[in-house]
Each structure stands twice: as structure tokens, then as C-alpha cells.
């Protein structure tokens, strides 16, 4: 089956632009986490939704990030007035619930480049 | 505050066997996962430990000591395709649930002939 998926895979913008990052995750799963990993760190926690709901959006480094998740699927990650400092890998993962044996599954992420 | 650490590079032979440590300070604990991530790919889940003891799953195994904040990942029978970026990450505390993962940096192990 389809795993995560995300587009677009690659995205320049210039500094001061907004930016949407789609994220599709694998059928049925209700969980669904945004992360964003710089050159040679590990994966950063931004935002975690169950469901249509923003659980914990405590990762989000600011308000000019924003998440949704409409219709319980597909969610669309949004930035503002983009700075040079956002770029980065942002992944995407889902999973079948939060707790418990349940791996998340990750997709192949945006790299999002801020001239 | 939340303290994941692992060792930044490793070299090791084809065919040998090589042990990636990881000691975690979080404030709370379900679980710890390795994750395994090619250069330019996403991480894919290799192991998952909540209980104390070693998991085993073919040429992967798991080891958790949740009293003293350790983890490693052993991998035998080194491949060539094993290099990698290999990550440490403690899922959040239980209580709210969000089953966030907080990892580490990642251990960059590479495989040479």
C-alpha cells in the first residue's frame, strides 16, 4: 500500500515569502506528527494531530507556523513571512494511534530552501 | 529539560558486528524507538523497546535499561547498505499522550569494506 507522502519534495522561496507543505498520510491512520530536521540533527517535534484536532502544537517554533488537518487526512503545514533560519527538512509522519507499538511512519519530507 | 545523546560518527567493518549507544534524560517515558535514515531518504523503524531487556529482530537488536537511561542498537553481520544515519528517540510522557517523539542527533555509521 501507498506509504506517507509529501509535496513538494523541493521548494526554494525567498525570504519574507509564505510557503504550504502538503502532507497525505497512510490511510486510516488518525495520528499525524510534523517534524523538521536540520543538516546532521535528528527530527525536531512541531506539531502532533488526532484527528481533525492540533493536540499539541508545542513544537511550533512561532506564530508565523501553522498546521491543519480539515477533514482528518491530509494536512497542510503553513509558514509565514518565511526567515532563512526555517530552512530545512520538514517530515512528515502518521501512525494508527499515539501510544503503545505504534510506529509512525515517515515520509520522504520538503526540503524547503529560504533564499 | 529533554537530553538525548549518541555518538555523532562510527566506522566499522563489513561483516563485523557494531553496538550504537544511546542515554536519554526526558522528563517522561513510553517507549524508545531506532530509526534507520539513508542520506537524503526518511527514517524507517527498526526497533521499538518500553520494558527492560533486548529485543531481537534478525540482524538488529535492541537493548533498554530504563533505570539507567541507556539504550543501544547492535547490528551484526555488518552490510555494506548499513550505512546510515541511525536515531535514538524517547516517545513523551504518557500522560498527554501526543506520542511525540524527542530524538537524538543521529550516529552516521560507516560501513567499509
Known amino acids: 500500500g501507498a506509504g506517507v507522502s509529501q509535496t513538494p519534495s523541493n521548494k526554494v522561496t525567498e525570504k519574507g515569502k509564505y510557503v504550504e507543505l502538503r502532507c497525505d498520510p497512510i490511510?486510516?491512520?488518525?495520528?499525524l506528527y510534523w517534524y523538521r530536521q536540520s543538516l546532521g540533527q535528528g527530527p525536531e517535534f512541531l506539531i502532533y494531530?488526532?484527528?481533525?484536532?492540533?493536540?499539541?502544537d508545542s513544537g511550533l517554533p512561532n506564530d508565523r507556523f501553522f498546521a491543519v488537518r480539515p477533514e482528518g487526512s491530509v494536512s497542510t503545514l503553513k509558514i509565514q513571512r518565511t526567515e532563512r533560519g526555517d530552512s530545512a527538512v520538514y517530515l512528515c509522519?502518521?501512525?494508527?494511534?499515539?501510544?503503545?507499538?505504534?510506529?509512525?511512519?515517515f515520509g520522504p519530507g520538503t526540503r524547503l530552501t529560504v533564499l | 529539560g529533554q537530553n538525548i545523546d549518541q555518538p555523532t560518527e562510527m566506522t566499522a567493518t563489513e561483516g563485523a558486528i557494531v553496538q550504537i549507544n544511546c542515554t536519554y534524560q526526558?522528563?517522561?517515558?513510553?517507549?524508545l524507538f531506532w530509526y534507520q535514515q539513508h542520506a537524503g531518504e526518511a527514517p524507517t523503524f527498526l526497533s521499538y523497546?518500553?520494558?527492560?531487556g533486548l529485543e531481537e529482530k534478525g540482524r538488529f537488536s535492541s537493548f533498554l535499561s530504563r533505570s539507567k537511561g541507556y539504550s543501544y542498537l547492535l547490528l551484526k553481520e555488518l552490510q555494506m547498505k548499513d550505512s546510515a544515519s541511525y536515531l535514538c528517540?524517547?516517545?513523551?510522557?504518557?500522560?498527554?499522550?501526543?506520542?511525540?517523539?524527542?530524538f537524538g542527533q543521529g550516529t552516521t555509521l560507516q560501513v567499509k569494506p
Open positions: 509522519a502518521s501512525s494508527l494511534g499515539s501510544g503503545g507499538y505504534n510506529e509512525q511512519f
Open positions: 494531530f488526532q484527528g481533525t484536532g492540533a493536540a499539541d
Open positions: 490511510s486510516g491512520h488518525t495520528a
Open positions: 523497546n518500553v520494558l527492560d
Open positions: 526526558t522528563s517522561g517515558f513510553n517507549g
Open positions: 528517540a524517547v516517545r513523551d510522557n504518557p500522560s498527554s499522550n501526543t506520542g511525540k517523539l524527542i
